[in-house]
């Protein structure tokens, strides 16, 4: 897989206000079964499950059965990817900005 497909899943998995729930809440515990997930949501648990297969794709969530539960954590190291993408455009963004204030200032001198 390249690195652009890899880029490309996690931003994918992360464009939907539901998986970026699930990271939120994997994120504030150590580990949680498939039923607590499915208790914060007003969907079913088949509904629930496949968001957490986008994430598990994207490597974002790892899960391991204990008897007939399964259990989900978050893997945040993908999320490097995107605060390292984002860090770029907030450069470029700030040098812009300063840009324009000596401009502003030049201008009202």
């Known amino acids: 897989m390249k690195e652009n497909d890899v880029l490309r899943d ?3 998995a992360i464009a939907d206000p539901t998986r970026r729930r699930l990271i939120r ?3 504030e515990a150590e580990e949680v079964p498939l039923h607590e997930l499915t208790g914060q949501f007003e969907m079913g648990r088949t509904a629930v499950s ?8 994207a490597g ?3 899960d391991r059965k204990v008897g007939r539960e399964t259990r989900f954590r978050l893997n945040a190291a993908p999320l490097r990817e995107i605060q390292d993408w ?5 450069k470029f963004w700030h040098a812009n900005m300063l840009n324009l204030g000596k401009f502003l200032e030049e201008e009202e001198e």
């Open 50 to 57: 496949k968001h957490l297969t986008i994430l598990k794709e």
């Open 86 to 90: 984002v860090a770029f455009y907030g």
């Open 60 to 62: 974002l969530v790892l």
């Open 10 to 12: 996690v931003f994918d």
């Open 25 to 27: 809440l994997l994120a």
